[in-house]
Nanobody, 118 residues
């Protein structure tokens, strides 16, 4: 499975960005897809995930501001990020987990940098 992420960039605090991630390859094996983020020197943390059936999960710090969505026909997920703050500045990674995987999958896309200026 290959994951292609896009959509990062520079935005002012209070602004919005939308990330996208498209999967290719053995996609029928994939259930949960999601976004993680990582700052230098810190552990990668879950931002939001969504299952093939549409069940979502969010980190507390983004709940109410970020929305994850998915189109199974297009093998694509999106992360709509609103009301961004400088604390959201990170490299964001797309992840895909196979059916039977408890949470984080073994497939990662390349990171996309999100920078929020104050």
């Amino acid at each position: 499975v290959q994951l292609q992420a896009s959509g990062g960039g520079l935005v002012q605090a209070g602004g919005s960005l939308r990330l996208s991630c498209t999967a290719s390859g053995s996609i029928l094996s994939i259930n949960r897809m999601g976004w993680y983020r990582q700052a230098p020197g810190k552990e990668r943390e879950m931002v939001a995930t969504i299952t093939r059936a549409g069940s979502t999960n969010y980190a507390g710090s983004v709940k109410g501001r970020f929305t994850i969505s998915r189109d199974n026909a297009k093998n694509t997920i999106w992360l709509q990020m609103n009301s961004l703050t400088p604390e959201d500045t990170d490299v964001y990674f797309c992840n895909a987990a196979e059916f039977g995987t408890s949470w984080t999958g073994r497939y990662w896309g390349q990171g996309t940098l999100v920078t929020v200026s104050s």
